[in-house]
């Protein structure tokens, strides 16, 4: 099955930067990373996860599907935006999560982009979760042999794009949701090679990592190497809930605790709790989750400990808040990722 093609686009430059708009919780759809193209390539009519691609295969024998359905989700909480020296020799793809090393196998049989160097193209990287923060783009030296373990010495020093703050387009926590900008591909590039996408946010350390296998050989962004479903409908990678209940209260403030349930019958790697505080209150203190704060907005990601969670099992994370009154709400917005 073909997926969309890279769009030609007057060129910008290869340094951009984007007005409004925030960057994403997710990964490279165009050109596709190995999780979001093995996604594609074993997801079926049912919305069980059955790998044809054999370098799908083999990801899903070494770590199982649960990394399918969190194709999302390869993030390092304590990346601050660091590469070489920080994410080991041989573990690029995965950016040294452990849940995603199925995703570093050298092969060179996993699914492929077909690309023109140095045209300019649409990238696009899905969006779901919308943080701030910047994108560099690598790509691997020439003579690179994907069969080969990738290194930090298979990269060229440095990127060849920096996007700052790409816009959105499309509803956050959608497949279809994304971040797109126009820019250049290295000139002079033939063959196989890596590009190799790290995602850095600028309201945390939280860091993504990704390897998009493709080759230049004058094509346009047509995909190869994966299995079409059958089935156009794409069913989300899980669901989950949170229900929030107070645990104590005192004059100008209460504490809380909110439990995060996996409600689907699929594994997930993480979750993510969203809502919006009563006017005058603010967090003073919370434990067993990254949160970040937008005036009365609050996101709660998971802690490093507590994301992975089975069909059916739960986490709890707690709260203290400042301000007079209370809270309400018994059940919170919840998403997988």
Not at 147 to 172: A, I, N, S
Not at 250 to 259: I, K, P, R
Request: net charge negative.
């Amino acid at each position: 099955m073909l997926l969309a093609l890279l769009t030609t686009l007057p060129a910008l430059g290869l340094v951009l930067a984007a007005g409004g708009g925030a960057a994403a919780h997710g990964t490279p759809m165009k050109p596709g990373s190995r999780t979001f193209l093995c996604r594609q390539d074993g997801l079926t009519d049912t919305g069980e996860i059955k790998p044809v691609n054999p370098a799908c295969r083999a990801a899903q024998q070494a770590g199982g599907t649960t990394p399918f359905y969190n194709w999302f989700s390869v993030l390092r909480s304590d990346g601050a935006g660091r590469t070489r020296g920080f994410v080991p020799d041989g573990a690029l793809c995965s950016g040294g999560n452990p849940d995603f090393t199925g995703f570093d196998l050298p092969r060179d049989d996993w699914p492929l982009t077909h690309l023109t160097s140095g045209a300019t193209v649409d990238f696009a990287y899905n969006a779901w979760a919308a943080h701030p923060g910047w994108f560099r783009v690598y790509v691997t030296k020439d003579g690179f042999d994907p069969t080969r373990t990738l290194t930090w010495d298979d990269m060229e020093e440095q990127p060849f794009l920096t996007v700052d703050h790409p816009p959105l387009h499309g509803t956050p926590g959608t497949v279809e949701a994304n971040y797109s900008w126009s820019g250049t591909l290295p000139a002079d590039k033939s063959g196989r090679h890596i590009i190799y996408m790290v995602w850095q946010r600028s309201d945390s350390a939280e860091t993504f990592y990704s390897c998009s296998d493709v080759v230049f050989d004058g094509g346009n962004g047509e995909v190869t190497g994966i299995h079409d479903p059958g089935n156009p409908t794409e069913p989300p990678p899980g669901t989950c809930s949170a229900t929030r209940r107070t645990t104590n209260t005192w004059s100008g403030g209460y504490q809380a605790e909110v439990t995060v349930t996996n409600t689907a019958d699929v594994p997930m790697l993480g979750w993510m709790v969203d809502w919006t505080l009563p006017d005058g209150q603010s967090v003073a203190g919370l434990w067993n989750g990254n949160a970040t704060y937008d005036g009365q907005d609050v996101m709660v990601h998971n802690a490093d400990w507590n994301g992975a969670l089975a069909p059916g099992a739960g986490a709890t994370f707690g709260y203290v808040v400042s301000g007079s009154g209370d809270d309400p709400s018994t059940s919170l917005p919840c998403r997988v990722g």
